[in-house]
């Protein structure tokens, strides 16, 4: 069957992409070898929150989607959005320290929390103060996309393995003009030696409590607010950890209740669990994907080259949605969004997140 477009892999990255190009008429199929949000994005807490820093890139565009995810998810998934505001705390009297640098370029509503503001955190966490973002909120995954991917074709249980012939990108019985990989940490289905995607093992779990939890917390875990019994607790972050999942789990707990005390009389729910995409410099990997083949394999291209200059050929019809990290609910929405302009010769991705920049380090290097 011919589409316009493929789509393949269903967690966030893929539904979003999907729904922006399902909006501007094209006509779509979303692919899976398993199901939607069968991944990390399924694991996820689906913390919609801004980050930190010293305003670089990744904290202005983390920022730019965190807006426009907010609005994105009111609007759009309604049922499955709730802004319950988040309290940020320092780990520690060195992390206060980040936070102090940190403020001068927090560009989103926020004020500082005193201990009075929130009496059911623990006094030991609230020691070195915080900041409250009113704004912040989570959203239920499969809530989200189930909305999202309304009237749009899927096909589950496809283990994708394209092929491009005749001008066409080939997924089994499905032929489509352009292929869309948001594949997240599983592994790539097209060769692209040059792009190294990483994957970040993590657990959240969900409680049933009657803690009065009026907002979401993140210290060294976050905790959601109380939503009709349920408190999200996560995520663990498994780098070389020898530690069981259970021993894991428990330990979250054990942290949760640290927080907010209240929180001793929760019963275990689920757990869910789940690898993240990662890249090396922690922003999204967005747009046509460039083609190593054009360049001369004895030489570095030019210094003065950079990302989406036209000099840089492309494979023809191919597109990489990826590397949310640990933050794909937020940057999902904006970044589908970029990627259907993208694809549709609507617009070009920001520098920044192009996956050129991966290309060009990996010529530059050999």
Not at 27 to 33: H, N, Q, S
Not at 87 to 108: G, T
Not at 130 to 146: L, R, T, Y
């Amino acid at each position: 069957m011919t589409f316009d477009i493929l789509v393949v892999g269903a967690g966030i990255a893929g539904v979003c992409t999907a729904y922006w190009l399902k909006d501007a008429g094209q006509k779509v199929l979303l692919l899976d070898k398993k199901g939607p949000l069968a991944g990390a994005s399924g694991a996820a807490g689906a913390f919609l929150s801004p980050r930190l820093g010293r305003g670089g890139p990744l904290q202005r565009i983390t920022n730019d989607a965190y807006r426009f995810a907010l609005d994105f998810y009111d609007q759009k998934t309604p049922d499955a959005f709730f802004q319950k505001g988040l309290v940020r705390l320092p780990k520690n009297a060195q992390d206060a320290e980040k936070f102090a640098a940190y403020e001068p370029h927090i560009d989103v509503p926020y004020h500082k929390v005193t201990a009075d503001d929130f009496p059911h955190i623990s006094p030991d966490a609230l020691e070195w103060g915080g900041f409250f973002f009113p704004d912040a909120a989570f959203v239920d995954p499969m809530g989200v996309a189930k909305r999202l991917t309304e009237g749009i074709a899927t096909a589950w249980g496809v283990e994708a393995r394209p092929e491009y012939r005749e001008g066409l990108w080939h997924v089994g019985k499905h032929r489509a003009k352009n292929l869309v990989l948001a594949t997240g940490a599983a592994s790539l289905p097209v060769a692209l030696p040059w792009l190294a995607i990483g994957g970040v093992w993590g657990e959240r779990v969900d409680v049933q409590s009657r803690a009065e939890i009026p907002v979401t917390l993140h210290q060294k875990l976050s905790v959601s607010a109380n939503v009709d019994g349920i408190v999200r607790i996560g995520a663990t972050h498994v780098r070389n950890d020898s530690r069981s999942e259970i021993e894991r789990v428990n330990q979250l707990i054990v942290d949760a209740i640290g927080l907010v005390p209240a929180l001793s009389d929760q019963r275990l729910v689920r757990i869910y669990a789940g690898h993240r995409a990662s890249v090396a410099d922690h922003l999204p990997v967005v747009g046509q994907v460039p083609d190593i083949s054009a360049f001369d394999a004895r030489r570095a291209p030019p210094k003065r080259l950079k990302p989406e200059d036209p000099a840089i050929a492309k494979i023809p019809g191919l597109y990489l949605v990826n590397g949310f990290g640990g933050r794909g609910f937020v940057f999902g929405p904006l970044m589908g969004k970029i990627a259907a302009e993208t694809i549709l010769e609507k617009n070009r991705p920001d520098l920044a997140i192009s996956p050129d920049r991966f290309l060009l380090r990996h010529l530059r290097r050999r």
